[in-house]
């Protein structure tokens, strides 16, 4: 492994700026075998592995084989690993690496303006969708992490790659990759549940959809704010959440913890992604035994259709009683200003919105708002 000091290997080269400056001496940290990137931008996406390996080779050539089936955009820039470990194994538990471009990185520090959590959120979630592909290699069932702690792919201590040095993808490059893969991913987990725990795909999808729904009614709730940004910490404060029992759901209670399992885990990795990747497969149980995919195709459609409107009734219908709440007129202008919506939308559906709720009394109203008065 040559020095840092006097390596012209492009990835070295990134990999250095992305150790921070303070404290201390960086060329001391550079040289220790275990490194932290910096806190201010999110620079490198890794994937930890379990596996152990007869050489580094080996690693790259599975790691190979997974982006050209297209289930990952490009090789990792480095891979570490710890040496001699067992006999005539040389390469175990690596740790791969991706970096992004230099001044792509994702701003990470909240207190600073540039920081905007929705990208925080799509770092965690491509990182999700890399280990996710490499899971067919064995990689840490633990699950991505946003950790900036890992090997130095510098230090001598470890046993080092760097497989590739030529291309390297911004986030939303590696984002058209791992969405497919998320899709993919998405629609295997509805079809495996049902037979994991025996039962239907309808009543499985059913009580799935419900916790799905549930989950992103709490990382959307600004109550529950602020959430773990790491998708497993995010998926632990979900579980606690997410209560099958509270909900009135009935059944064995094994099966529920298990849906439960599966709808925190995605949506604490997909919640960045949009809506459509989001709902994939809501209604596979109506589906099921539709053979013809524009007829299936259709039915999505009007699913979508139909969710959509409903959303957009339950914002205007919101805003109108917050608006009566707060002692002020909601007319088009208002809606359109709360909701984001335009006011061809607000007029379609603010007569029915209207004529129901004016017939209710402010009390009413406000136990609409919040349950908890």
């Known amino acids: 492994m040559p020095s840092f000091r006097s390596s ?56 190979g084989a997974l982006v050209a089936s297209g289930r990952l955009p490009c090789l990792p820039h480095f891979a570490v690993g710890a040496g001699d470990v067992v006999p005539s194994c040389r390469f175990a538990r690596p740790v791969a690496v991706w970096m992004l471009p230099e001044g792509a990185g994702v701003w990470a520090d909240r207190a600073d303006p540039r920081c905007d959590p929705k990208f925080i959120a799509l770092f965690a979630s ?68 049902p037979h994991v725990i025996g039962a239907t795909l309808e009543s499985c999808n059913t009580i799935l959809n419900a916790m799905l729904d549930r989950a992103n009614e709490i990382i959307a709730d600004p109550a529950h704010s602020p959430l773990p940004t790491d ?42 992604f949009p809506t459509q990747n989001r709902q994939r497969g809501r209604i596979a149980h109506e589906t099921s035994g539709i053979n013809s995919l524009e007829d299936r195709q259709a039915m999505g459609a009007r699913y979508s259709a139909a969710a959509r409107r409903k959303k957009n009734r339950d914002l205007i219908d919101k805003a109108y009683r917050a608006a009566l709440v707060r002692g002020e007129r909601p007319d088009n202008i208002l809606l359109c200003r709360e909701t984001k919506l335009t006011r061809q939308t607000i007029a379609r559906y603010l007569p029915v919105i209207k004529r129901n709720i004016d017939a209710e009394d402010v009390e009413t109203i406000k136990l609409t708002l919040d349950p908890s008065i």
């Open 126 to 193: 491509v990182q999700a969708g890399l280990a996710r592909a490499c899971s067919l290699i064995g990689s840490s069932p633990l699950g991505p992490s946003l950790r900036r702690y890992f090997r130095n792919p510098l230090s001598r201590r470890w046993v080092s790659t760097l497989p590739n040095e030529e291309q390297f993808p911004l986030l939303s490059d590696y984002a058209e990759v791992v969405c497919k893969e998320e899709n993919h991913a998405m629609m295997a987990m509805r079809s495996a549940i």
């Open 231 to 272: 998708p497993n910490a995010l998926a632990a404060t979900l579980r606690s959440l997410v209560d099958p029992v509270a909900m009135g759901m009935e059944g064995d209670v094994d099966a529920l913890d298990y849906i439960r399992d599966q709808a925190v885990s995605c949506a604490s990795t997909m919640k960045s």
């Open 8 to 63: 012209s290997s492009p990835c070295l080269e990134l990999f250095i700026k992305c150790v921070p400056r303070k404290p201390g001496s960086k060329v001391a940290r550079l040289e220790s075998p275990w490194v932290e990137t910096t806190k201010e931008f999110l620079t490198c996406l890794r994937v930890d592995f379990d596996t152990i390996w007869e050489t580094e080779q080996a690693f790259v050539d599975a790691i």
